[in-house]
């Protein structure tokens, strides 16, 4: 894998538009999917990741390998997202202030909770076992890219890095510029607000 | 034993397989006995499903000249000498 990474880059720094063509091929889509998350409407995100390309031709001699390629394009466009973002007064200067500031009490999910740690509000019984197959989960599914906007900036891109983009802990570590226990408390409280709001779909609940 | 709390503040890191083994051993045994956890834990998982779902099925467009805007910038910074082979060469029969 690494070899085959150094041997793409080798071949991007030579000069090899088939290459380059390829790697955009691949990446572009979806750089373009997740900047958008952080930074909508879709003409600004197509800006950012137009941009987000030009540095990494300005800069691909620089890269040295510690992370994939992938993970140091992805990086390139989560600062660059950011920095339109907190220009425009979209979010706090860093992600973790924007943690603190969006989410003081974290998830909430430990009044849940007993002092001896037991269910006070025990999950309710769903979904079923085949979920896709029910009419419901269309119902789930449309309601899911509003759940995904309304997260915290910290917890949507960790939980689209990890979920959607399928990158391990430490790329995404990486990437937001997090340690790696931030970027799993993150997950944590991400998912946990994504399940509370399925939950209210699910069983015609308000979500807590 | 663990407690349910204790369930609550693993289970990301347990459906991503990130718990070390004793870890995940303790919480294959809460599940096997405990209802509601183990609601939890298939929640969990399907919201990573429907997550991933939605997100893959969104498509944006991008302009037609962006892809050729992006390679006409990168001939310009890294144009190779005439004939050094930097298209893949045509297939020859």
Redesign the interface.
């Known amino acids: 894998m690494l070899e085959e990474q150094d041997e793409l880059v080798v071949r991007?720094?030579?000069?090899?538009?088939?290459a380059?063509?390829q790697l955009?091929d691949a990446l572009?889509?979806r750089l373009?999917?997740f900047v958008?998350r952080l930074c909508p409407p879709?003409s600004v995100?197509?800006e950012v990741v137009?941009d987000t390309?030009?540095v990494v031709?300005?800069r691909?001699h620089t890269f040295r390998g510690d992370s994939r390629l992938s993970t140091w394009i992805f990086q390139i466009a989560t600062h660059r997202a950011r920095t339109r973002a907190v220009r425009e007064g979209r979010y706090a200067a860093t992600l973790l202030e924007s943690w603190d500031h969006a989410d003081p009490g974290g998830d909430g999910?430990?009044s849940?909770?007993d002092s001896?740690?037991?269910?006070v509000a025990?999950?309710?019984?769903?979904?079923p076992d085949d979920?896709?197959a029910s009419a419901m989960?269309q119902q789930?599914?449309a309601r899911?890219?509003e759940v995904?906007d309304q997260l915290p900036e910290a917890q949507r891109a960790v939980?689209?890095l990890?979920?959607?983009e399928g990158l391990d802990?430490r790329e995404v570590s990486t990437i937001l510029g997090l340690s790696p226990a931030n970027v799993?408390v993150l997950?944590?409280r991400g998912?946990?607000r994504?399940?509370s709001e399925?939950?209210a779909v699910w069983t015609g609940r308000e979500s807590c | 034993m663990l407690?349910?709390?204790?369930v609550?503040?693993i289970?990301?890191?347990y459906i991503?397989g990130?718990l070390g083994r004793w870890a995940r051993i303790q919480m294959r045994l809460h599940l096997a006995m405990c209802r509601?956890c183990s609601?939890?834990v298939?929640?969990?998982e399907?919201?990573?499903?429907?997550?991933?779902?939605?997100?893959?099925s969104?498509?944006?467009?991008?302009?037609s000249t962006?892809?050729s805007?992006?390679?006409a910038?990168?001939?310009a910074?890294?144009?190779?000498p005439s004939g050094?082979g930097?298209?893949?060469p045509a297939h020859e029969d």
Do not use: M
């Open positions: 991007l720094r030579s000069g090899d538009r088939h380059f063509r955009v572009h889509p373009l999917r958008n879709p995100a197509e137009q390309w030009h031709i300005d691909l999910g430990l849940r909770f001896r740690g037991r269910w025990p999950p309710a019984g769903w979904p979920p896709e989960h789930a599914l899911i890219s995904i939980v689209l990890r979920d959607v802990t799993r997950l944590h998912r946990h994504v399940r399925l939950e | 407690k349910c709390r204790e609550y503040e289970a990301s890191d991503d990130d509601h609601r939890l298939r929640q969990l399907y919201g990573r499903r429907i997550v991933r779902e939605e997100a893959g969104t498509v944006i467009e991008s302009a962006a892809r805007e992006l390679l910038t990168y001939d910074r890294y144009a190779a050094s930097v298209e893949p």
